[in-house]
């Protein structure tokens, strides 16, 4: 097995080359499309129909926004968490979309990018549904491992012959400081799944947004500790705004 990393738009891809073929551990943003293509194509010397799979850890747009397209001119199968296609249904799904679109071209002009086209639908049925504990199709020698906290159906995907795994977003750095995701919808959740990562004690841990890291630069209590102890999404920084325009404190109501 051998793993690629590409620089996206504003997320580290990684691309696994085996006998069976390519896959995708996330579906990264619109605007890596053309990113991804001309690398299968110029640096492995493929063609795009040896993309075989692509997971979608989360539906967030540099996570999944590429997917479909992909798939499109791959024919590779298009893989996620059950609760994935939902995320974004209904009015404050297609809100926080709108939200969520704005905030990725925020973090691309922080890191010195240009504004791209980067929407995609918020929605899409896979063709295949991964739970957790399961192996990947094709790609066997990868397992499921089931890591909500960031939203409801984050996944991450754990390579069993090397112990390397893939956590997305369950980690990132502010200021070169390990730290928890924004959002954090279900914060319980979050702190069990880095409990559950910890035990897992993988030889490498594989970020969207982080380098590479090794088991020993996660401090996982400290990462625990400081994660929120109520949700951190944009509903409740909202919440929290009103009622301080009021004058009143959100633990009130």
């Known amino acids: 097995?051998?793993?690629?990393?590409?620089?996206?738009?504003?997320?580290?891809?990684?691309?696994?080359?085996?006998?069976?073929?390519l896959m995708l551990l996330d579906g990264c943003s619109r605007a890596d499309v053309e990113t991804v293509c001309r690398y299968i194509r110029d640096e492995i010397g493929l063609p795009l129909s040896a993309l075989k799979l692509i997971v979608v850890t989360h539906m967030h747009p540099d996570h999944a926004g590429g997917a479909r397209l992909l798939q499109q001119r791959s024919?590779?199968?298009?893989?996620?968490?059950?609760?994935?296609?939902g995320w974004y249904r209904g009015i404050a799904g297609r809100t926080a979309h709108a939200i969520?679109?704005?905030?990725?071209w925020w973090?691309?002009?922080k890191l010195g990018k240009p504004k791209r086209h980067i929407w995609y639908k918020p929605s899409f049925e896979p063709d295949i549904?991964?739970?957790?504990?399961?192996?990947?199709?094709?790609f066997t020698d990868w397992q499921v491992i089931y890591t909500p906290g960031h939203t409801d159906h984050d996944i991450s995907l754990l390579h069993l012959p090397t112990g390397q795994i893939y956590v997305a977003d369950l980690i990132v750095s502010v200021k070169k400081r390990l730290t928890s995701p924004y959002p954090v919808c279900h914060p319980?959740?979050?702190k069990r799944s880095l409990r559950r990562v910890s035990d897992l004690n993988p030889s490498r841990v594989y970020c969207a947004?982080?380098?590479p890291l090794s088991d020993e630069d996660i401090d996982y209590p400290a990462l625990i500790a400081q994660a929120p102890a109520l949700p951190k999404n944009?509903?409740?920084?909202?919440?929290i705004r009103i009622y301080r325009a009021l004058g009143l404190r959100p633990d009130q109501h």
């Open 1 to 21: 097995m051998q793993l690629h990393a590409i620089a996206g738009y504003i997320e580290n891809i990684y691309l696994v080359e085996d006998l069976a073929g």
């Open 75 to 85: 024919g590779a199968l298009l893989a996620c968490h059950p609760k994935a296609p």
């Open 100 to 104: 969520d679109v704005a905030l990725t």
């Open 107 to 109: 973090v691309a002009g």
């Open 129 to 138: 549904r991964l739970n957790d504990e399961q192996r990947l199709p094709v």
């Open 188 to 190: 319980n959740q979050y």
């Open 209 to 211: 947004h982080v380098k």
């Open 234 to 239: 944009h509903w409740h920084s909202s919440k």
